[in-house]
């Protein structure tokens, strides 16, 4: 009567049921040294039972079939979502080349307004030359004591460049009627001058 309950049971049961029976079946087979002796008349039926007990295979094809469905579905939002990564390292590497081409820009212009300041300090050295020859020229043509009373008034710095264009007659000249205090401190800037290159 167990059997036969259990048969039509495994008919009309789910297969979530089955495969708990089929388990709970299988651990008594697997553990025959647990079990009491069996007489012949019971291994007939009992092998019968345990072949109508064996799990479907059912449940386990509509698993592969569930992940399968489920693989597929996302297969296509790994899709987009590859290629909307794809599309952000292109906008990315499209941004940097805009940068890149933007810096590259600007250096070219700091180099041109480099070369621009460059040229008018240059042209200021030149024209700050031309006019402290021109100014050296004014007191060589000056009478000594004359040009020793003007050379007195001046910062240190520029009487020193005008004595360095002078020729070495007329620097002497001019500083033997300087103050002598005075005459020795240009002296001394002169030949610290003279010594740097």
Avoid: C
């Avoid at 039926?45 to 469905?69: C, N, W």
């Avoid at 200021?124 to 402290?132: C, P, R, S």
């Avoid at 004359?146 to 710095?157: N, P």
């Avoid at 500083?175 to 610290?192: G, I």
Wanted: aromatic share 2%; glycine share 6%.
């Amino acid at each position: 009567m167990g059997f036969e309950t259990a048969g039509f049971g495994l008919r009309n049961a789910p297969a979530a049921s089955l495969a708990a029976v089929a388990g709970d079946n299988l651990a008594q087979a697997q553990a025959p040294a647990q079990t009491p002796a069996q007489t012949p008349a019971q291994a007939p039926s009992q092998a019968a039972a345990g072949q109508a007990k064996t799990p479907p295979v059912a449940p386990a094809q509509a698993v592969a079939a569930q992940t399968a469905a489920q693989g597929q579905g996302e297969q296509p939002l790994n899709w987009q979502m590859l290629k909307q990564k794809q599309e952000e390292l292109a906008a990315r590497e499209a941004a940097l080349k805009t940068l890149e081409t933007d810096l590259n820009a600007r250096q070219q212009r700091l180099t041109a307004l480099e070369a621009q300041v460059k040229s008018l300090i240059d042209q200021a050295n030149a024209l700050k030359d031309e006019k402290l020859k021109h100014l050296i020229g004014v007191y060589v043509n000056m009478k000594a004591k004359q040009a020793a009373q003007v050379l007195e008034t001046l910062d240190e710095i520029t009487a020193v460049k005008i004595l360095a264009g002078m020729s070495g007659r007329q620097a002497g000249e001019i500083l033997s009627s300087v103050n002598p205090r005075k005459a020795a401190r240009l002296s001394e800037d002169l030949t610290k001058m003279q010594l740097t290159p």
